[in-house]
């Protein structure tokens, strides 16, 4: 059973200004133990409301969804350079022996359409 006091739960503000006293390097290992804890600053706090969040764990769904949309688009609609889906993917699909379909085609390395992605070809 634990019989420890829980932590204080710090603001934003409070973990910023400690973020700030680690980067700075200017601390006593000996006197505040909390900043062992800390390695650096997340990118995150680069937003402005960052530090005003009661969690800061939360993840911000708005940028989340445009990323995960860019990305089904991109491979649907077979964009260059939205895609996750290129030439190193499909060689280690060779690699490891499986989805032969989805292998480089000839020595120029063309990508063949999957069954998800459109063509500009009528049917």
Not at 19 to 40: A, Q, R
Not at 105 to 117: H, Q, V
Request: charged share 30%.
């Amino acid at each position: 059973m634990e019989r420890r006091d829980r932590p204080p739960q710090l603001s934003g503000y409070d973990v910023f200004e400690q973020l700030c006293i680690v980067e700075k390097g200017k601390w006593d290992n000996s006197s505040d133990t909390w900043l062992k804890h800390w390695k650096k600053r997340s990118i995150f706090f680069e937003l402005p409301y960052w530090k005003e969040l009661l969690l800061r764990n939360n993840l911000d769904v708005m940028h989340i969804e445009k990323n995960v949309c860019d990305n089904i688009i991109g491979t649907i609609m077979h964009i260059q350079g939205k895609s996750t889906d290129g030439k190193k993917a499909r060689m280690d699909l060779k690699e490891m022996g499986i989805r032969e379909t989805l292998h480089l085609l000839g020595e120029d390395g063309k990508i063949p359409l999957t069954c998800y992605m459109l063509s500009s070809k009528k049917n």
